[in-house]
Structure formats: structure tokens, C-alpha cells
């Protein structure tokens, strides 16, 4: 087969799809590989490492799209990409169409076979693809929070794992997936603390065994608004596989959290 990997061109986007040495795995399985030039620089990889690993290299993206049976790339196609795209292709990439109507419809009207990372689950249910971006979200949510609880940013003016003289942050995460866990983890390492809420019973005593300083409840109505008030860092970090999350928190208790409090909805 012939697999293409574009250069990203969502806004902020870095990642390339496949690093060299999976490529280097494909061509010895007996594929052929197409790199767009540059499509590794944001990721730290080289043209000239992705030449050694066996891939062709092309100018442009047009070239690219026109050679491939198989686009592999990162984020859900721009309208430039979807442009390129036909009925022959696929296309395996995160797309998170339940948040996308326009580009759910735009991939139908072409009639090609996408598949979305983070649909991908393995025979145990978990999700292979979409768990490492999890972990990175989780942990990155954490300390974009603690920066943006700064005074200078609009924060409280505190930090998460306070010092001898002033209370501790408290960081409430709704949800004890892989973000959710991520997040407790590095909340609680900094000395946060912690309470996290998830339905799950296996869940709520992992998070539980964490850290002295974490607690795993269920979200409960009450106890969830009253937690939520109450904190200085809320993370939503639920999720359910290929559609959009619940609204757990309403408008109303946000206006009742205390001013220069933070909210990241991973």
C-alpha cells in the first residue's frame, strides 16, 4: 500500500503521524511510504531521517494526497485537505466527528473510508491510540491551571501546593480516565488538594490508592456542585468513546465558583 503522512496544518499543530522508525517498520512489511518534506521538523525529525528510514520524500501536499492510497496523519482535515481527499482514499487520523457536523458530512459527500484514532480500541476496550494523547493532556492540564491560577494571568494568586504559610490549591477532575488520572497524578504530586468524581467503581479505588492527599467520590449531584464551588482548579476530563461529553457542570454553578478560579475542559 501506498501510505501517505501530510504536514500538519491545523493551527499550533506539531505532531507528525508516524516518527521514522515506524516507518522503517512499514517499508520492511513492504509498503511504500510518502512523507511530505518537513512533515517531522515540529516533532524534531529530520527530511534526511525519514530518507534513511526508506521514505519518499515529495514537495507540496497536492503531490502528496495524489500519489497515496492511505493518508495517515494527525488532526481532522482543514478545508484545504478536504479538498485533496477522494473516494479512494483513507484516511486514518483523530477526527472526533461528534463535534464536527460540517466535517462529518464533508467526509460523506467524498465517500471515502475514514477511521478515527480514537475509535480504535484493542481487545481488552481500551483505546491505544487516543491513551498516550490522554496522558499528555492530563498532565499538561494540570500545569497550564497552575499557570493560569497566577495573579498576573486573572488567577487567585496561589499556588496549587500552597508553602508552610497558605492553604493548599484544590483541583477537582471530573472523570478518572486516562486525562482524568494524569491530571489527579500531577495535581497531587505538587501537593494539591485533590478530589476526583467518576461512576466507576474500579476507578474511584485507583484514584483513591493514589496519593494521601487525593479523593475519589461519585458524582453525586450535591457533592459534585459542592466540590466544584469550592475549587480553585476544575478539570473536565470525561469522556465517552466517539461522542460528545456530558454537560456535568451548569452555567449557574460556574457563577457561583470563587472569582479567579480556573476551568479546563481537557
Not at 501536499?61 to 478545508?79: F, M, R, T
Not at 467526509?107 to 491505544?128: C, Y
Not at 486573572?154 to 490549591?169: E, V
Amino acid at each position: 500500500m501506498r501510505i501517505g503522512i501530510p504536514t500538519e496544518v491545523k493551527t499550533l499543530e506539531g505532531r507528525v503521524a508516524l516518527i521514522p522508525a515506524a516507518v522503517a517498520e512499514l517499508i520492511y512489511a513492504g509498503h511504500e511510504v510518502i512523507l511530505q518534506a518537513g512533515a517531522g521538523e515540529k516533532s524534531g525529525y529530520s527530511d534526511q531521517q525519514y530518507s534513511q528510514s526508506g521514505a519518499k520524500l515529495v514537495e507540496g501536499a497536492e503531490a502528496l494526497y495524489q500519489h497515496a492510497e492511505l493518508i495517515v496523519k494527525v488532526k481532522e482535515p482543514q478545508a484545504e485537505e478536504l479538498a485533496l481527499l477522494r473516494p479512494d482514499h483513507r484516511l486514518f487520523c483523530y477526527l472526533h466527528l461528534a463535534a464536527e457536523p460540517d466535517l462529518t458530512q464533508g467526509l460523506l459527500d467524498i465517500g471515502l473510508t475514514a477511521v478515527g484514532f480514537e475509535t480504535v480500541t484493542d481487545p481488552s476496550g481500551r483505546l491505544p491510540l487516543l491513551a498516550p494523547m490522554s496522558e499528555i493532556a492530563g498532565r499538561v492540564a494540570i500545569q497550564v491551571g497552575a499557570h493560569y491560577l497566577y495573579q498576573p494571568m486573572g488567577g487567585r494568586g496561589l499556588l496549587l501546593g500552597g508553602i508552610p504559610s497558605t492553604k493548599r490549591g484544590k483541583v477537582v477532575i471530573l472523570g478518572a480516565g486516562v486525562a482524568g488520572s494524569h491530571a489527579a497524578m500531577m495535581a497531587a504530586a505538587m501537593g494539591a488538594q485533590v478530589t476526583v468524581f467518576d461512576t466507576n467503581l474500579d476507578k474511584l479505588q485507583e484514584m483513591h490508592q493514589l496519593a494521601d492527599n487525593v479523593t475519589a467520590l461519585y458524582p453525586y449531584r450535591d457533592s459534585l456542585h459542592d466540590m466544584v464551588i469550592d475549587a480553585d482548579l476544575l478539570i473536565g476530563a470525561v469522556l465517552i468513546p466517539g461522542a460528545k461529553a456530558p454537560h456535568l457542570v451548569s452555567a449557574e454553578t460556574v457563577k457561583e465558583m470563587k472569582d479567579g478560579s480556573v476551568i479546563l475542559d481537557i
